[in-house]
């Protein structure tokens, strides 16, 4: 009855394990203050804050804002093309009427090349911060080094009043399809441990 109440244990916990570890969202670049410095070249100047870049006028189509991060990024193995089972965002929300307006981001490294761009619209969003997939643009990428994140830039696509904060860079990756060794080895162990019951049992 031990036996069989401790294997019951064993493949509880392991699938416990692995249904929490299907996804998980990972901050790999904040626009909060001392993380991240606005051009002041830009077409238009978001507000800096501990909370990220909040934009809150009326935009047109054109309008462009770009900076730096405080210090060179290492994203080569986030949502870049050629990255498996993972997926480029922005942490994201809307505050008031949301136009749903297009942009396109584009990422730079510190010699200017481009990494690549990708496109996505506020639609959806709302006033809680949301993980918003990027969709990289076909052909866009330029010889930049994902491994050599230095400069983020926005850029409106559409017209409208629009109040948004950007919080940060995310990247989802999909553990389901590619597991951590941790998890890896809490299978190994299971399966390990139900096989030295079972052996123990028959002797």
């Given at each position: 009855?031990?036996?069989?109440?401790?294997?019951?244990?064993?493949?509880?916990?392991?699938?416990?394990?692995?249904?929490?570890?299907?996804?998980?969202?990972?901050?790999?670049?904040?626009?909060?203050?001392?993380?991240?410095t606005?051009?002041?070249?830009?077409?238009?100047?978001?507000?800096?804050?501990?909370?990220?870049?909040?934009?809150?006028?009326?935009?047109?189509?054109?309008?462009?804002?770009?900076?730096?991060f405080?210090?060179?990024?290492?994203?080569?193995?986030?949502?870049?093309?050629?990255?498996?089972?993972?997926?480029?965002?922005l942490?994201?929300?809307?505050?008031?009427?949301?136009p749903?307006?297009?942009f396109?981001v584009?990422?730079?490294?510190?010699?200017?090349?481009?990494?690549?761009?990708?496109?996505a619209?506020?639609?959806?969003?709302?006033?809680?911060?949301?993980?918003?997939?990027?969709?990289?643009?076909?052909?866009?990428?330029?010889?930049?080094?994902?491994?050599d994140?230095?400069?983020?830039?926005?850029?409106?696509n559409?017209?409208?009043?629009?109040?948004?904060?950007?919080?940060?860079?995310?990247?989802?990756?999909?553990?389901?399809?590619v597991?951590?060794?941790s998890?890896?080895?809490?299978?190994?162990?299971?399966?390990?441990?139900?096989?030295?019951l079972?052996?123990?049992?028959?002797?």
């Amino acid at each position: 009855m031990k036996t069989n109440k401790l294997k019951v244990s064993i493949l509880a916990l392991v699938a416990v394990l692995a249904a929490n570890t299907q996804a998980a969202n990972v901050d790999i670049g904040s626009f909060a203050t001392g993380s991240f410095t606005v051009d002041p070249g830009s077409t238009y100047g978001p507000t800096q804050s501990g909370s990220g870049l909040t934009t809150s006028t009326t935009v047109t189509a054109g309008d462009t804002f770009y900076g730096t991060f405080n210090s060179p990024q290492n994203w080569s193995s986030y949502g870049f093309s050629g990255s498996a089972n993972t997926t480029l965002g922005l942490l994201m929300s809307v505050s008031g009427t949301n136009p749903n307006l297009f942009f396109t981001v584009t990422l730079l490294d510190s010699a200017s090349a481009t990494i690549e761009s990708y496109s996505a619209s506020t639609a959806g969003l709302s006033s809680t911060p949301s993980f918003l997939a990027l969709t990289p643009d076909a052909g866009s990428s330029a010889g930049g080094l994902a491994s050599d994140v230095s400069s983020f830039v926005f850029g409106w696509n559409g017209g409208g009043n629009i109040n948004t904060t950007l919080v940060a860079i995310q990247s989802t990756v999909d553990l389901a399809a590619v597991p951590e060794p941790s998890v890896a080895s809490l299978f190994a162990l299971g399966t390990v441990g139900l096989v030295a019951l079972r052996a123990r049992r028959k002797s």
